[in-house]
């Protein structure tokens, strides 16, 4: 790095002789043996031994297996995420699903495990390590650490899956449908009643021990280079200081997600109970960690390679110095702001969220320094080759990215978004644009340097970037536009409005651009390991052959890749008072914004902790979030207990006290004119909020906030608003949009009703079902169940086969009729629960027609109590393999009676 004024370190290290006299231990020798046997075999066919660099020094060749198994976790999780798309599509345009629910949760969930740490994590470990130790001029040591290390991410991974089978017949979507933020005791055997494998705990496990062993050979070889320069002036080259941060902080943020894990086996095993809430609260040190650990791979991308190619030192190493610095203070101590709607201390959401605030200075400034390093670049001395513009991209993503962040951080403005597709489209924007971007930036720089060739086709690099910058960019504001209209994010089951169902087909068209973009890649790196023209690198500076092997990705070089000598003409001083004049206003902005939020952080979060002192003539609802519906106790002037029906009159103050059985459930009203209603319930814990009920009487719909198993679609409540006196019609809901929530059940008159019941087992895809209008007297409406909605995702017919005509046989058995009984149920508030009118018993694949004399009121149709359901094909659910159950309402809605 000879520009580099943050001096170079030397090569030294690799002039010293490998202590080859000290015989390694006989299990050492045995294993190198065997890789040697192994290598040479492989290396006569062409094919592995270009790929893998076979002929190559150990350190390239264990990279270059770290990034194809990164690119082929890539591949599996872009697969995943194709899958799950096109089955949201699928049931947004009504078209049948081929996916069972299970299998398109397992999906959602195992994208993000194996995009986070297969793909994105081991490609920053193959691509820090190979950097670290040549920019150090260090000579690898512990090659079969480096080895156990990669072997444990890469089995956490299977691990991660689950056990298959293969007989009597395929199934390998057990348990991961949990979420890879999964939400303590979602998933615990004994707390919740979807069950995970132990496999996916012991995959935790791996994976931790994985990448710590990683950061602890990281350590090892700094500490060689720190050793062998004693005396000497030892500076750390600006970009090694977040290699050095990322070699921190994976310990650090690993222990605890170690400690959860652990915790959670031992539970699992009978040993000692989990407390949910401390669960969580370890989980998520780790959950927001790990990502601060992935957004290093930009940050280090910006300090190693801007630089080079504007040919001259950071503007400022001392700013460089305290931003990874403090980066590497704050990261550990923010995980809560995950957990804002649970209920914690407020001193404690709100020191999270003032922290959170102050880690936007390390990011500013970083931006401030790379931006200041540019400065001054002629135009005809910078190339937009395929390494500049995905840092460009990156540069810019990274700031679109973050600045949603502080809209999440915000307590008051999470109560809006969080656990919406908005959550999505932020982290999306951090891992595509920001991380991903800078990830490509660093593989297009160094991907030379393994394959020993340049990159074979600019005309490809150039297509690549191109189509992942359209793909990136769609998909990131689409998931945006469905967070804006109220989406939650994990959602199969959602309002089919014309904007929702237009946002969800242009997501699914941009995830595909995005996929496919990546073909271009692929097509560059197989024509580059088998055609590239040879890399030569004698009399190079490292500096100078990154700027080579970056210039083989731009059709029509012009800028020399040459090192220049560069003259600094601005003073130190008034570098440092720009510097200065910068952070201190970062620094009053945000000082500005924390006066501004905290009264309204730490009033919210001392409501959602602590029961409220409500007005007298409240109505006060305990609710219980099981797996997967709402048990609902009322007292007050309604007095009863209901399932996923809560009954308020119009204008009413409604206490809620709520917590949850099985998993972590979230209470969430999104009220469009009102404010939202959006609180977290864990089991052993109580949450609370005090709200106002809509003046306008009408059915609002209340949708678990919080995923909590592959039926958490069909997991929805209706706060029915009552007139305050004597009856009342639906007109003023109506004309107001039911207050403007999309996820209010469609209004339409009886007589004309014609419900048919879908593949998810819901009333015309809505839950709850429309809701029925009728003049008091002779009411009636018609119903159907297709037998083509039966299979695997109804939860009406209990047969859990996968074969399709399981469930068909077993109605054929049965007479086509279910044992249960679909009716109409008056609302008794003095002290009743639901009182039957009329029931008829379920039949399927006939036209069904309930019929009944009603005067005025609110009545409730349909099925009105949960449905027990077990997942089992074939009879494979075990203790061992993860199992799945819980109670399911679905077909049913609100009966409107009014004159
Ligand atoms: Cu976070």
């Known amino acids: ?411 008051a403005f999470d109560i809006d978004l969080h656990n919406t597709m908005f959550i999505v489209s932020h982290f999306h924007a951090i891992a595509l644009l920001s991380i991903a971007a800078g990830g490509f930036a660093v593989v297009y720089a160094a991907f030379p340097l393994l394959a020993g060739r340049l990159w074979y086709s600019p005309r490809l690099s150039q297509a690549h970037f191109v189509s992942t910058a359209i793909g990136w960019g ?52 197989l024509l580059t390991l088998f055609r590239g023209e040879l890399l030569t690198v004698q009399g190079l500076s490292l500096d100078e052959i990154v700027r080579k092997m970056a210039q083989s990705t731009h059709p029509k070089p012009s800028v020399p890749i040459s090192d220049s000598k560069f003259v600094r003409r601005t003073p130190r001083s008034r570098r440092e008072g720009a510097e200065r004049g910068w952070i201190t206003v970062v620094v009053v902005l945000i000082v500005g914004v924390l006066v501004a939020t905290s009264p309204l952080t730490l009033s919210d979060s001392t409501t959602i902790g602590t029961p409220s002192d409500p007005p007298a003539g409240s109505e006060y609802l305990s609710l219980v979030n099981y797996q997967y519906y709402w048990g609902v106790q009322e007292s007050g002037p309604v007095h009863g207990s209901f399932s996923d029906v809560m009954v308020v009159h119009a204008g009413q103050w409604v206490a809620v006290n709520a917590t949850a059985e099985g998993a972590t459930g979230g209470f969430y009203l999104p009220f469009r004119n009102l404010p939202t209603v959006d609180i977290q319930v864990i089991p052993d814990a109580m949450s609370y909020w005090l709200f106002q009920a809509p003046s306008v009487p009408g059915v609002y719909a209340a949708p678990d906030s919080e995923y909590n198993g592959p039926w958490f679609g069909q997991d929805v409540a209706a706060l029915v608003v009552l007139p305050t006196t004597g009856p009342s019609s639906l007109a003023e809901y109506q004309s107001s949009g039911g207050e403007g929530d999309i996820y209010n059940p469609p209004v339409m008159g009886a007589s004309g009703a014609f419900l048919i019941v879908d593949q998810e087992g819901l009333f015309d895809n809505s839950v709850p079902g429309p809701t029925l209008t009728a003049t008091p007297g002779p009411v009636s409406f018609q119903y159907y169940i297709p037998r083509s909605s039966i299979g695997i995702d109804n939860y009406l017919v209990n047969v859990t086969s996968n074969d399709p005509n399981g469930q068909l046989d077993y109605l054929a058995a049965h007479n086509y009729t279910l044992p249960y009984r679909l009716g109409i149920y008056a609302i008794n508030t003095t002290g009743g629960n639901l009182v039957p009118v009329t029931t008829m018993p379920l039949r399927v694949g006939s036209v069904m027609n309930e019929t009944a004399t009603l005067p005025a009121g609110v009545y409730v149709y349909g099925l009105t109590s949960p449905i027990p359901y077990v997942y089992n094909p074939a009879g494979q659910s075990t203790w061992m393999t993860g199992s799945e159950e819980g109670e399911i309402m679905g077909i049913w809605g609100i009966l409107w009676v009014s004159p």
């Open 1 to 411: 790095m000879s520009t580099n004024d943050a001096a170079s370190p030397e090569s030294a290290v690799a002039e010293q002789p490998v202590p080859v006299f000290e015989k390694p231990p006989a299990v050492i020798r045995f294993f190198d043996a065997t890789e040697e046997a192994i290598r040479s075999r492989l290396a006569k066919l062409t094919f592995f031994q270009r790929v893998f660099q076979l002929d190559r020094d150990w350190m390239t060749r264990i990279t270059m297996l770290m990034v194809v198994a990164s690119v082929f976790w890539g591949i599996v999780g872009a697969f995943d995420i194709f899958g799950f798309e096109t089955q949201v599509t699928a049931f947004a345009l009504g078209q049948s699903l081929h996916l069972s629910n299970q299998e398109i949760y397992s999906s959602l969930t195992l994208h993000g495990i194996r995009m986070l740490f297969g793909f994105a994590q081991q490609l920053e470990l193959a691509l820090f390590g190979i950097i670290f130790v040549t920019a150090f001029g260090l000579v690898p040591r512990h090659k079969w650490a480096y080895y156990l290390s990669v072997l444990l991410v890469n089995l956490s991974m299977v691990l991660l899956e689950g056990p298959f089978y293969l007989f009597p017949q395929f199934n390998d979507n057990y348990f991961p449908a949990l979420g890879w933020y999964f939400y303590s005791p979602l998933g615990i055997r004994g707390l919740s009643s979807y069950i995970a494998s132990p496999l996916w705990y012991f995959g935790w496990i791996a994976l931790c021990v994985g990448v710590i062993l990683w950061a602890a050979w990281m350590l090892i070889h700094f500490l060689d280079w720190w050793r062998s320069h004693r005396g000497q002036v030892r500076r750390i080259p600006p970009f090694a200081l977040f290699v050095l941060a990322t070699v921190i902080l994976i310990p650090v943020s690993y222990a605890t997600v170690l400690a959860s894990s652990a915790w959670d086996v031992f539970n699992y095993f009978g040993v000692g109970p989990v407390d949910p809430l401390a669960n969580q609260v370890l989980f998520w040190f780790f959950g927001h960690g790990v990502v601060y650990i992935l957004f290093l791979i930009p940050i280090t991308a910006f300090y190693f390679l801007v630089p080079i190619f504007a040919k001259r030192p950071i503007y400022s190493y001392r700013a460089a110095f305290a931003a990874a610095v403090i980066f590497t203070i704050l990261t550990p101590l923010l995980s809560i702001h995950h957990l804002y709607l649970t209920p914690v201390p407020p001193w404690s959401a709100w020191l999270t969220m003032a922290l959170t605030f102050l880690i936007i200075i390390p990011s500013a400034i970083t931006f401030f320094t790379i931006w200041m390093t540019t400065k001054g670049v002629k135009k005809g001395e910078w190339q937009w080759n395929a390494v500049t513009l995905f840092l460009l991209l990156s540069f810019a993503g990274t700031m679109a990215g973050g600045l949603t962040g502080p809209d999440n951080n915000t307590l």
């Open 474 to 525: 769609g998909l990131v504001l689409f998931m945006d536009l469905l967070g804006s209209d109220g989406i939650l994010r994990r959602s199969l089951i959602f309002p089919l409005t014309n904007a929702v169902v237009a946002d969800q087909v242009w997501l699914t068209v941009f995830v595909i651009v995005s996929i496919s973009a990546q073909l271009f890649f692929v097509a560059n790196v």
